[in-house]
């Protein structure tokens, strides 16, 4: 014998508005606030700082010389451009202390497109980790965007030295680099996020982004 059939209450809309309030019911994919988001984000800090330093450290885990590369990178880089537009394209003649000026712009710039080009990748990159748990996905551009700007203080080690062995000494005016590169970062970030967001809706722009990092370069 069959349970007899119950009967199922029906609400209106504003009662079953109503009664999810009461339960802290919300809609499943709501879009929060910006203010929310952000609260949301700061939460997350600790996650975002794990996971830019575990990036970082996995970059060059399968090479042999190991964390070493964190300097020979950018130090090659410098050589390569150096090579390029100071005895091929003979542009240093003229420029005064070409070689820090050259290094310095050269791992500044790297620092941006390397954040920028690392945003193109943040979503589908960590596709698996987007899917397995739920948290801001802006987490995700933004701590790329953290791991360039500690790949850029092993970069600052290098450039001091350089700088020092050409004659560049310490100065108050060195300070200024605090607050420029804090801005450098922050726009960096909003970039990787902007970027980031694209990409997810338009994978072909991870293609393009080359191109145009070439031609702002």
């Known amino acids: ?24 019911l919300t809609v499943s994919g709501a879009r929060p606030s910006l203010p929310a988001y952000v609260r949301q984000l700061w939460g997350r800090r600790h996650f975002i700082a794990a996971f830019a330093t575990a990036k970082l450290t996995a970059q060059y885990s399968q090479a042999k010389l190991g964390q070493v590369w964190q300097i020979m990178t950018p130090l090659l880089n410098a050589t390569v451009y150096y090579f390029i537009f100071g005895v091929l394209l003979n542009t240093k003649n003229g420029v005064e202390d ?34 397995a748990l739920h948290f801001p996905r802006a987490s995700l551009p933004v701590a790329l965007a953290l791991q360039q700007l500690q790949q850029l203080l092993f970069s600052l080690g290098a450039l001091t030295l350089i700088l020092l062995v050409f004659g560049q000494y310490p100065r108050p005016s060195w300070l200024l680099a605090i607050p420029a590169l804090a801005l450098q970062a922050v726009f960096n970030t909003g970039v990787s996020m902007a970027v980031a967001r694209l990409t997810a809706k338009t994978p072909d722009i991870a293609q393009l982004t080359p191109f145009v990092l070439r031609t702002w370069m």
């Open 1 to 24: 014998m069959s349970a007899p059939d119950q009967a199922v209450p029906v609400y209106a809309p504003g009662e079953l508005a109503a009664l999810a309030a009461r339960h802290g």
């Open 98 to 131: 070409f070689v820090p000026f050259l290094v310095t712009g050269v791992f500044i710039w790297t620092f941006t497109s390397s954040s920028i080009t690392a945003g193109t990748r943040a979503i589908s990159g960590n596709i698996g980790l987007v899917r």
